[in-house]
């Protein structure tokens, strides 16, 4: 019998709910606890009920301490600090609060009796961040792991791939990204000017994380990838749009053909022929989908791929699919 893993979900929003659906569905996998700071009661009514997913198909009944899913039992508490529970027996917790300071209380989730902690956001004191396709064969037993966020989850395998394939020179990456909580749906004062402005009505040049976390992830390709980020009216999924020169150059037809069959070989990878729309790619579990019809090859030898990523259902899979890897492979 395989092995199951443990999970505790900290943090009960859009990703922790999203997490939650997958893994009721998901093999090697056992949700045991949920914390998060809102009423059960409304956390029950936003699982059964997503703007973006649509109903959950099964019954969701809420009582003082427990969430029950068409007879799943879990037990739900209401802290700021999980770590105050006992969680001996809890192979992984899985953070998805999104606090700044999440690795911080990473290690009193294991002083409580964890396992392990994922942190579903880039954390600078994290022992280690690991993205799936790109570079999780470098864990080496560490019990704080960051998952990165949802674009480097997306940038990082696109990227190991080409480099393998051509070898990356340099390149700009530019993520068309929705609109996330972080920004607000009318005027309102932010750190950042640009993203002050309403989320729904504009689209907004930014920043990302996943230029900083590339240098992590993918070190010998520090300081090659320029990255930023366009938030758009759109309330789900997002898109990778990537230029880069190469070493060893091909046509374009071959260079095709070569990362049509590395995709296919990807766990994380993804590959369409037809001309889709971002809706058409919601929940996509892929990291990335590329996009055949617009890979583009310049007569400079500039190799141009785009690709769509569900930023909320693909890293939710993710999470779970890392939460699986590291647990197992620390035995």
């Known amino acids: 019998m395989a092995r199951v893993t443990r999970i505790a979900i900290n943090g009960f929003g859009r990703i922790g709910r999203t997490i939650l659906r997958q893994a ?28 973006i997913f649509g109903p959950w198909n099964g019954s969701v009944i809420v009582d003082q301490d427990a969430i029950r899913l068409s007879g799943r039992s879990i037990r739900y508490v209401n802290s700021r600090n999980i770590e105050e529970f006992d969680l001996d027996g809890v192979d992984v917790v899985l953070d998805c609060t999104g606090a700044v300071d999440a690795d911080l209380r990473a290690a009193r989730c294991l002083e409580a009796g964890a396992s392990q902690v994922l942190i579903s956001g880039p954390a600078s004191k994290a022992e280690a961040t690991l993205i799936l396709g ?22 990082a395998p696109l990227l190991r791939i080409l480099d393998e394939l051509f070898g990356v020179t340099g390149g700009q990456m530019t993520t068309v990204h929705c609109y996330t909580g972080s920004q607000p749906t009318i005027d309102q004062p932010r750190a950042d000017f640009a993203r002050s402005r309403a989320a729904a009505l ?18 010998h390709l520090a300081g090659l ?26 046509s374009l037809k071959d260079m095709v053909e ?31 989908v590329i996009s055949e019809a617009e890979i583009s090859l310049s007569a400079n030898g500039l190799l141009r791929i785009f690709g769509w990523y569900d930023n909320e259902w693909a890293f939710a899979a993710r999470m779970l699919d890392m939460a699986r890897y590291i647990s197992r492979r620390a035995g």
Request: net charge negative; charged share 20%; glycine share 6%.
């Open 258 to 288: 070569d990362i049509r069959a590395a995709a296919a070989s990807s766990p994380v990878l993804g590959w369409i022929d037809q001309p889709l729309v971002s809706v058409d790619m919601r929940g996509r579990p892929e990291s990335l």
């Open 225 to 250: 990838i320029e990255a930023r980020a366009i938030r758009v009216p759109t309330a789900s999924v997002s898109a990778i749009d990537l230029t880069v020169g190469v070493r060893h150059g091909k």
């Open 134 to 155: 790109a570079n999780e064969e470098r864990f080496n037993g560490e019990r704080i792991v960051s998952n990165g966020s949802c674009t480097t989850n997306a940038l």
């Open 24 to 51: 009721l569905d998901a093999s090697g996998i056992e949700v045991v606890l949920i914390n998060d700071l809102a009423a059960i009661e409304l956390s029950g009514y936003l699982f059964q009920y997503d703007s």
């Open 202 to 219: 504009s689209m907004v040049p930014t920043t990302t994380s996943a230029h900083r976390l590339l240098s992590e992830v993918l070190p």
